[in-house]
């Protein structure tokens, strides 16, 4: 698959842009989604990803092949959300332990069924602070490693470590 | 550290202990199942199904950014020809200002070389900036270099 990639970014910065289509399908649904997570709107997600695999063609001649492919479109994906989100003007990577929607003492884990502890966690998903819900999406959806995640939010490994114990906190009812 | 058992990021020694530790402590026995629990509730969000047109749309815009795909490294001329003006200028304008404060202009040159350090730090995020524009890239690194260049040179004359 990396491999592959690979190839397909060779082709495409020599002006291939089949090849670059075919990173495009490749690569989209991911892309898309981790947008929708960040900004849970529709509309802008998908712009987002319009806009991110725009810049990825123009900034391919910037891309040296040291990290993967993956890594350097998710670190574009990511600043343009942030960027956008500053732009929306919400809370930015700010902590507020308020916009989680159940009650703090509520235990998730008193829930008898499964399927319904499953969707309470799927709630607090959505209420996590940004940098929570990032730093588990790039984990929990493609699979990212400490160090890659670290590569794509430039932050230091101790900090995804954090962010992503912290985000386990939460949804886990701490 | 049961998450980060889960996690697989115990050094082999701590995971032993762990193991053994889980063999009889029924309540961290349950603790690692809900954690085992949120993790796959985590994985299992859905995925939202993108626009069907979506590829179609990213592609449709790529041609009409009509902006190819250079090869990397290829020399810009122009670029080079602007960015040693530049540098010649910078240097001779630093020749004319040392001969009127030298003490002034040496404090300057330190501080000119900590502006360059931190411009090399933003350069990877100014290449996503620019969205490919490899000719101010070019331009402004030819400037840093011109820069420091003619920090280096007042600084050795007053040394």
Same mark, same amino acid.
């Not at chain 1, 990511?78 to 003007?89: F, Y």
């Given at each position: 698959m990396q491999d592959n990639d690979a190839l397909l970014v060779r082709r495409a910065r020599q002006g291939d842009r089949e090849a670059f289509a075919r990173l495009v399908t490749r690569h989209q649904r991911y892309v898309f989604n981790l947008a929708y997570r960040l900004l849970w709107d529709y509309e802008e997600a998908r712009d987002l990803t319009q806009?991110?695999?725009? &810049?990825?063609?123009c900034c391919l001649p910037a891309f040296r092949g040291e990290a993967k492919f993956t890594t350097w479109l998710y670190r574009i994906v990511?600043?343009?959300?942030?960027? &956008?989100?500053?732009?929306?003007?919400r809370d930015l990577l700010e902590l507020n332990h308020e916009c989680l929607s159940a009650p703090a003492e509520f235990d998730p884990s008193s829930l008898c069924e499964e399927k319904e502890r499953r969707e309470f966690i799927h709630r607090q998903i959505e209420d996590l602070p940004v940098k929570y819900r990032l730093v588990i999406t790039l984990r929990y959806l493609q699979g990212f490693s400490y160090r890659e995640i670290a590569e794509i939010l430039g932050i230091p490994i101790g900090t995804v470590k954090t962010h992503l114990f912290r985000a386990k906190e939460i949804l886990r009812g701490n | 550290m049961l998450f980060w058992y889960l996690e697989k990021s115990l050094t082999s020694e701590e995971e032993r202990e762990m193991r053994n530790h889980l063999r009889e402590c029924p309540l961290c026995r349950k603790e690692l199942s809900y954690l085992r629990e949120v993790i796959e509730a985590i994985e299992s969000y859905p995925l939202v199904r993108e626009p069907t047109d979506l590829t179609e749309r990213i592609m449709d815009q790529i041609r009409k950014a009509g902006q190819p795909v250079r090869p990397a490294f290829r020399l810009d001329w122009t670029a080079l020809i602007l960015?040693?003006?530049l540098a010649a200028l910078a240097f001779l304008s630093f020749r004319i200002?040392?001969?009127?404060s030298p003490e002034i202009m040496v404090n300057l040159a330190e501080r000119i070389d900590i502006l360059v350090w931190m411009l090399s730090l933003k350069l990877e995020e100014l290449e996503l900036l620019l969205g490919g524009n490899i000719n101010l890239f070019l331009l402004l690194i030819s400037l840093a270099f011109a820069t420091f260049v003619a920090a280096k040179e007042v600084s050795f004359l007053f040394e």
């Open positions: 806009e991110a695999f725009l &810049r990825a063609w990511t600043n343009l959300c942030l960027n &956008r989100l500053n732009e929306l003007r | 960015g040693s003006g200002a040392i001969s009127m």
